[in-house]
């Protein structure tokens, strides 16, 4: 199985901040390679697929990228709506896996 | 447009079944995959298996093979997920999740998920 392992695991920032969570896989999986937002009580959110393709309706200060093993996700200037916690999710092959998730927290 | 609705919260006894449901509005149901996932308490999530709406078609992960059944019923846009013989690890939320294919054998990502179902399992 692809292990999947996100950097950092909680991440302390202020509105406004530029903010980079790192996604390294223990394999190459190309570019497929999903981001997603989640927020307690609430649908999860899909911002990112192919490892750099916004999904509709995302917001543009939301980046991806990377391929083969490592990938960035960036928020370019972090907005109060942006406290959430952050996963990666591989589909390169079965089974899918996703990472241990990022914590973005109020500073 | 696209929304994932789940059946509410459960609370079940150790060796008891569990069945969760995800009622799909916004899209024509039998075009897509629905998969599921879960995420216990501190844990990442996990993906689980997925369901072709279509024809019925299951896929899961080899941790939960021997313990969950997919099912839908396409009048009703509704996907299901039963679990069984639940033990206190099983403790988690569920989420259902459209899954969209990308090409070939590769697997899905997940652009609209449901709210998702806390299933609690204790004695």
């Known amino acids: 199985d692809i292990q999947m392992t996100q950097s950092p695991s909680t991440l302390s920032a202020s509105v406004g901040d530029r903010v980079t969570i790192t996604c390294r896989a223990s394999q190459s999986i190309s570019s497929w390679l999903a981001w997603y937002q989640l927020k307690p009580g609430k649908a999860p959110k899909l911002l990112i697929y192919k490892a750099s393709t916004l999904e509709s309706g995302v917001p543009s200060r939301f980046s991806g990228s990377g391929s083969g093993t490592e990938f960035t996700l960036t928020i370019s200037s972090l907005q109060p709506d942006d406290f959430a916690t952050y996963y990666c999710q591989q589909y390169n092959s079965y089974p899918v896996g996703f990472g241990q998730g990022t914590k973005v927290e109020i500073k | 447009q696209v929304h994932l609705v789940q059946s509410g919260a459960e609370v079940k006894k150790p060796g008891a079944s569990v069945k969760v449901s995800c009622k799909a509005s916004?899209?024509?149901?039998?075009?897509?995959?629905m998969q599921w996932v879960r995420q216990a308490p501190g844990q990442r999530l996990e993906w689980m298996g997925w369901?072709?709406?279509?024809?019925?078609?299951?896929r899961f992960s080899q941790k939960f093979q021997d313990r969950v059944t997919l099912t839908r019923d396409k009048s009703a846009s509704t996907a299901y997920m039963e679990l069984s013989s639940l033990r206190s690890e099983d403790t988690a939320v569920y989420y259902c999740?459209?899954?969209?294919?990308?090409?070939?054998?590769?697997?899905?990502?997940?652009?609209?998920w449901g709210q998702g179902t806390l299933v609690t399992v204790s004695s």
């Open positions: 999740a459209r899954g969209i294919w990308v090409a070939g054998p590769l697997p899905y990502y997940f652009d609209f």
């Open positions: 369901i072709n709406a279509g024809n019925g078609d299951t």
């Open positions: 916004g899209y024509t149901f039998s075009n897509y995959a």
